[in-house]
Structure formats: C-alpha cells, structure tokens
C-alpha cells in the first residue's frame, strides 16, 4: 500500500499547465473588446449607408481603419480561445481535436480576410 498525500496524487492529473495563461489572454481579450467595440460602434455608424467612395474615403482615414482592424482581429481571437476551450470541454477525441483545428483555421481566416479587405479598402 502507498501512503501518498493528496498533492502527490494529483501531480501529472489534470490541467495542461496553461489554464492561467488561457484565462488571462481571455480576460485581456475582453477588456480590449470592452473598448474597441463602442469605438466600432460609433466610427462605423458614421459611416454606415454612404456610397463605395464616401466609405474608401472614410477608410482611408488611419484612425476608423485601425479601430475596424483591431477589433476583427481581437475578436476573432477572444472567438477562437472561446470556442477551444467549448470544444475541450464538450468534445472528446479525434471528433474534438479535428473541431479545434477547423475552429482554429476558420478564425484565423476570417480575420485575416477582414483585415486584407480593410487595407484593400484602405488603399
């Protein structure tokens, strides 16, 4: 019989080591969102129902460009942490691991789509 303490017995178990970093870029992501989506928001309504070259001209600006670019790409990123960590959760297996990949890509994706379009756009 081994005399372990509960410490011994769950050193190896559990976490990936990476729970504290996880929860902190989450927690970064979401203030970054808390304030880049009113800024959207609002620099996006201004612009909204104009015609293709009131909003090249609009997006020509540096400030409404980088706004709009920085809040697709911090929050396709929050999405990504998000839903990797849904899947983890709910989804066990290749099933998951093949999800977590199709996640990932799709994210990145569209947020590398969103950013390429905005500096088109830009240009």
Known sequence: MRYLTDRKRAV?????K????HHWSMQVS????LILV???VFTFG???GGTYEEITAYYSRPFPAIVAALTMWVGMMHFKSGAQTMIEDYVHGLKG???IILVNCLSYAVAATSVYA???LAL
Do not use: D, K, Q, V
């Open 12 to 16: 190896g178990m559990g976490a990936a």
């Open 18 to 21: 990476s729970g504290t970093e």
């Open 30 to 33: 979401s203030i970054a969102l």
């Open 38 to 40: 009113p800024l959207f």
């Open 46 to 48: 201004s612009a909204l």
């Open 97 to 99: 691991r093949l999800t």
């Open 118 to 120: 905005l500096i088109r």
